[in-house]
C-alpha cells in the first residue's frame, strides 16, 4: 500500500528527475497523513482535509520558487512530529502524481499552479524560463 507524500524540493531537483528519471530523497523530509498528524487535528472532517494539512506544511517549508511533488511512495518513517515523515532511496518518476509549482509570472499571490506529472518537462522549461 503507497501512501501520498508531498515533498518540497527545487527546480533543479526536477531537472534531475527527468534527466535520470529518479531523485535520490534518502532521509529527505516529506509531509503526509501521519498518527501524529491526525492526534493535533482531531476535528478534521476527513482524509482530504488532513491531506491539505499536510500539503500546506510542505508548501511552507519549500524554498522560492516554490516546488512540492505529490508523490506515492511505499514506505515513510514517521518522525512523530506532526505531518513530517524520512523518506528513503530513491523516488522514481513514476511514483510523482502532480507538481506544485510557484511561477514568478504565472502565479498569483504566491498561489501554487497544479501539473500532471507528465508536464514535468513543460514545468522544467517554465521555470527555466522564469529565471531569464
Known amino acids: 500500500m503507497s501512501r501520498r507524500v508531498y515533498l518540497p524540493t527545487s527546480s533543479a531537483d526536477l531537472q534531475t528527475l527527468l534527466d535520470g528519471g529518479a531523485l535520490d530523497v ?21 482524509d482530504e ?20 511533488l505529490a508523490a506515492d511512495v511505499a514506505a515513510v ?5 506532526g ?3 524520512r523518506l528513503g532511496g530513491l523516488l522514481p ?13 504565472h502565479s498569483a499571490d504566491g498561489e501554487l499552479l497544479w501539473y500532471d506529472a507528465s508536464e514535468l518537462g513543460a514545468v522544467v522549461a517554465l521555470l527555466a524560463s522564469g529565471r531569464d
Open 26 to 46: 534518502e532521509g529527505e523530509a516529506a509531509y503526509a497523513v501521519t498518527d501524529a498528524l491526525r492526534r493535533a487535528h482531531p476535528r478534521a472532517q476527513d
Open 83 to 85: 505531518a513530517e515523515v
Open 77 to 81: 518513517e514517521p518522525t512523530g512530529s
Open 93 to 105: 518518476r513514476s511514483a510523482v502524481a502532480a507538481l506544485h509549482v510557484e511561477h514568478p509570472v
Open 49 to 68: 482535509e488532513l491531506e491539505f494539512l499536510a500539503y500546506a506544511v510542505a508548501v511552507g517549508r519549500a524554498a522560492a520558487p516554490k516546488v512540492v
